[in-house]
């Protein structure tokens, strides 16, 4: 008999060599249906692997991480199988689940395959599915395994045996298929009811430009037709809501070769864009006692060594710039906080000064691979909505409190109102990532997490993801599309007060260290754009939009009533423009709804008749014909909707 | 006989071997008591030197820059002579005049000298002027040049002589006192009628540390008392608003040797100051058309090839940013144009969509010796208030003068009533100081000078003055202590689009080139406030003041009081803040003095009663005890005064 622990704690006894799947259906035939993979202390396995030790159990589904992965892992097998079926010779190499579906490289040898052939390796995977084979993994010896593959002439695999040691190689069979693998399967393929072959892409082998070029093979599988459906959906909508793709239409940023790869130009709407939500966290910030602070983008090479940047960073980071003389050396700076620290130690600060907040959207540079740029998400330069909280042992609670009221505060008014936060605490066992002493660490971590429950935050806490000079907490938003996003980040630091010397004369009359919070409710202001645009695919909120209203003119003839509306409409602080061209009324429509302006009114004979204007929303919905006071309470209730006052 | 043509172009005979003292008493006698000096074909020389040839002849006064400067020439003879005369044996090697007044560069042997002693050397100074001594410059050889100062034993003088050409050498003589002198002098030492010396610092003779240090003595001179007097008022009032000082005490900024020296943090309050005159230019020129962009601070080492940039400065500038990976080479931007030429090309324009104007405050860094740096007036970073202007050929003259308002418009709203303007154009004898076409050159030239004469600016043309890209107009204020600072500049450009190849589509369907204008009215951030500190001696214009009113409670019973007068001054958009400390009245009116608020209102017991302030201006000025509504109304006319609207 072995002792089995699952998930809630709870211990059963059983048979040795009792295999997962059995205990599932020992729980209910419900969760039997259910099971596609399992681990076992630790170990991910099949549902049919036999236990034969004590341990933990963990049934997985298709709603867990790891069921998608053992999902969609035997995914990748079954359209091994349908291409060496489909394209005799096929060289099989690897094929790993990835975050959304598999892939598989290979080498197809004299066969050309493109996405017309998407459709038929898509029926032969079906029809493989459908024989509900099941997946079986055996031990193979180091000789069988390279005997199996040279007689496939399958280098590739002969190169992977090879570096394998003997007894610790399996294989896994279903239906006439064998691939080399480690395991981690749904117990048979006819759970996969959908695939969808994505795309074909070119791939080396070991990823080395110098090895042979092999073809990625990207697809997706699912349990239900349904959620393939909904995902394709997902994915078309993720395409039109592509920020880089919305902020060329929208006119927002641009890059430019000869500036730099990375480095966005902001265009005047999106400047105009980005200065609104600036402003708006801006007059956040000061009910908040936020001072702003302005400071260069260059630091001496010594800021850096001093803040323990450049010993961690230095040797990745764009390298140091040097002078025509006197032989000084400056660093872009990588992150505002050293700046803060000497505006900080420009002056003696007393207990009863503290805290000090100091706020900047400061633009910070950090080298990226050009390979890993992308949009805004991923850059070389990036202005961060920055502030340093400096402030008493006894002040951090409640300021760490404060600056998670103020995250809530944007997000709320953002739209994002679906997230989750993840407090990220030291390796315990890696203490060499970390610069400090671990009882501040420990204080720091304390601190986080009793803030983060006094809110009734949703949280989890993840060991190993904290700074190098901190735990924080990040805040993780969920888009309309259900994607989810880094965003927000609080972090506690002890550390660069220390490095910095920074002290305070408590009421003690003695000398004290300040602890540090760094803090950036958008994170960066190019990342959040580019969120907020897929987020909402660029329909903002109404009171973030650059433009709230166009007026069309029936005909030139109304120009001077339009720009009366326009007139009122401003005194009202809404911001709105005509467009007066000689263009019919149904061109003049299509090009306000490209540029996604929230209202269109049409005014013509009737309307200035009447005083009263027409009014449509972007998407379509009439309004009617109104006055331009009912009009502006519209504008207004929609507004209050989402802005509310911060600390009112 | 020989001919002299005089300034205004008239011609005189004279018999040779007239001096122009001689010419001078000739033309009146009034001018003849005013003449220390004169040129003679372009050549400095004394009043008495006698003329034997044709030629141009130019009579300096004290008024005349030439003429203070042989003022301030033949001060440190006397200088020298009385140095000789209180301290024997010391040893004196050069002593040129500067920009205000001279030095004299001396060994001092064994004697000790220190500020006090100053007063001595003036009344030996004064006693040697009175004495009406002529300077004479006669010619010396070599060979009795260097017996006379080797009898000195004075090496320095030795050296000196050494360096020159046999039949090139004279002295010059007054009173008892021998000079190695290039000659310059006014006639005699009772020209001379007050003296004061300034200050002794430490100097390496030839400026080289490896060589003897010697002692500077600094002095100035003048022609009557009076005007000695009022330099040293004003000195003494430039010290008091100097921008550093004024900087400090008014907690606007500060430095780092951490961060750099050159590279100024802005405080809380310089920062509050700064983001109001931003967004001051940000409000006029949103309605003179410019639209704000972003850019990054960085831009590869091909932008600054492309704009030329990289040619011309490269090798003086902050040195390229390698990258770790990929070998790209980065430069820190010294300029914001070639960003914002590239913003331009990021799509096709018609000329129906021209003039664009891309404004932005952009941080720009360049390299300056350390010695040079100064406050905020030498700096290693900046913001420039930037904007660049793409018109068409036809659109440049309306875009100049246009750009001209807006200057105007800045500078009248910060009190900077009293300017001169200078347009720089290329110097024609060195062409190859210049990149572009000299055809387009001679119509931008012609573009400023036009617009200059329209809008009837004071203006000078300065040749060989331009930058290396294209002419300019440059706008020189005068500060309150009669000191005058370039601020403004605007720059036409036909370079730069041909550089970047910058196109638009005009009313003929071909590809036309834009013309470009640069222009900043603040000039730069940093230097303006600087200029605008040492101007207003950091009382700055009211709407401009960070808080314009501190309320001061007579005690803290009426702080509910002072709290209500507060929330009626917000209401009209008026910065006030509420001083309830538990102190005297005195030290409270005497703290509100430091920080320059522009009223002090004090609330008691009377003022509750009538509902009633009352009201103090900084400086002492009594308003008397007024309701809230007159003291609104009292603020408002004041704003009025200076900050208009632009363009109502």
Chains 1, 2 share one sequence.
């Not at 042992?393 to 109102?417: A, C, P, R």
Request: hydrophobic share 35%.
């Amino acid at each position: 008999m072995i002792r089995i622990t699952l998930p809630d704690g709870s211990v059963k006894q059983y048979e040795s060599s009792v295999t997962p799947m059995d205990v599932a259906k020992d729980i209910s035939e419900g969760l039997a249906r259910n099971v596609i993979s399992a681990s076992y202390n630790g170990e991910t396995l099949e549902a049919s692997t036999p236990l034969e030790v004590d341990g933990d159990l963990v049934l997985y589904t298709w709603n867990n991480p790891e069921g998608k992965k053992a999902f969609w892992h035997s995914s990748s097998h079954i359209m091994a199988q349908a291409l060496e079926e489909l394209y005799p010779g096929v060289k099989l190499t690897i094929g790993p689940a990835i975050e959304n579906g598999f892939y598989y490289d290979v080498d197809f040898g004299e066969h050309n395959v493109s996405d017309k052939d998407f459709a038929t390796i898509e029926n032969k995977m079906l029809e493989i599915a459908r024989g509900k084979h099941d997946f079986k993994l055996r031990e193979v010896s180091k000789a069988d395994a390279l005997s199996f593959y040279r007689d496939q002439n399958n280098e590739f695999k002969v190169e992977l045996i090879e570096n394998l040691q003997d007894g610790d190689i399996t294989f896994c069979d279903h239906s006439t298929f064998t691939d080399l693998c480690r395991g981690g399967h749904i117990p048979n393929t006819g759970i996969v009811k959908a695939v969808k072959v994505l795309s074909i892409a070119g791939a080396y082998w070991r990823g080395d430009e110098n090895k042979p070029q092999l073809t990625r093979v990207y697809g997706i599988s699912f349990p239900k037709q349904k959620e393939l459906k909904e995902y394709l959906e997902l994915l078309e909508e993720a395409k039109k809501r592509d920020h880089r793709r919305l902020g060329k239409q929208l006119e927002l940023f641009t890059f430019s070769r000869k500036v730099g790869q990375g480095l966005p130009l902001w265009l005047p709407k999106g400047t105009a864009l980005r200065h609104r939500l600036e402003s708006f966290l801006k007059n956040a910030q000061q009910k908040a006692g936020y001072e702003m602070v302005i400071t260069p983008h260059i630091g001496q090479k010594e800021l850096y060594i001093t803040s323990g940047h450049y010993a961690k960073y230095g040797e990745d980071s764009f390298q140091p710039i040097h002078t025509p003389k006197e032989d000084e050396e400056f660093l872009l700076k990588p992150m505002n906080c050293p700046h803060h620290c000497e505006i900080y130690n420009s002056r003696p600060w007393s207990y009863k000064e503290l805290p000090k907040r100091y706020a900047e959207f400061g633009t910070v540079y950090r080298y990226e691979q050009s390979g890993e740029l992308h949009g805004l998400t991923r850059v070389r330069g990036f202005t961060q909505d920055d502030a340093h909280i400096f402030c008493t042992h006894d002040q951090l609670d409640e300021e760490f409190k404060n600056v998670i009221d103020l995250v809530l505060y944007v997000f709320g008014s953002l739209g994002f109102e679906n997230f989750t936060t993840q407090v990220s605490i030291r390796d315990p066992e890696n203490p060499e990532k970390y610069i400090g002493e671990p009882e501040n660490w420990d204080k720091a971590e304390q601190a986080i997490i009793s803030a983060a429950e006094d809110k009734g935050l949703d949280y989890v806490i993840e060991t190993g993801e904290a700074a190098f000079y901190g735990p924080k907490l990040d805040f993780m938003v969920k888009d309309a599309l259900g994607r989810e996003w880094q965003l927000g980040t609080i972090q506690v630091d002890y550390t660069l007060p220390e490095r910095f010397d920074l002290t305070y004369k408590g009421s003690d009359n003695e000398s004290h260290r300040p602890v540090m919070i760094h803090r950036a409710p958008f994170g960066s202001m190019e990342r959040f754009v580019a969120i907020l645009l897929e987020h909402t695919g660029g329909n903002f909120p109404l009171w973030l939009m650059p433009e709230q209203v166009i007026i069309l003119t029936i005909s030139e003839k109304y120009e001077k009533y339009a720009q009366k509306v326009l007139n009122l409409l401003e005194n009202n602080e809404i911001r709105a423009l005509i467009d007066n061209r000689n263009e019919t009324m149904g061109k003049k429509i299509r090009d306000a709804e490209v540029t996604k302006i929230p209202y269109i009114l049409v005014v013509g004979e009737n309307e200035e008749r009447d005083n009263k204007i027409s009014v449509r929303q972007h998407g379509g919905e009439n309004l009617g014909t109104i006055s331009v006071e009912q009009f502006t309470e519209v504008v207004e209730t929609e507004i209050s909707k989402t802005l509310k006052k911060f600390k009112e």
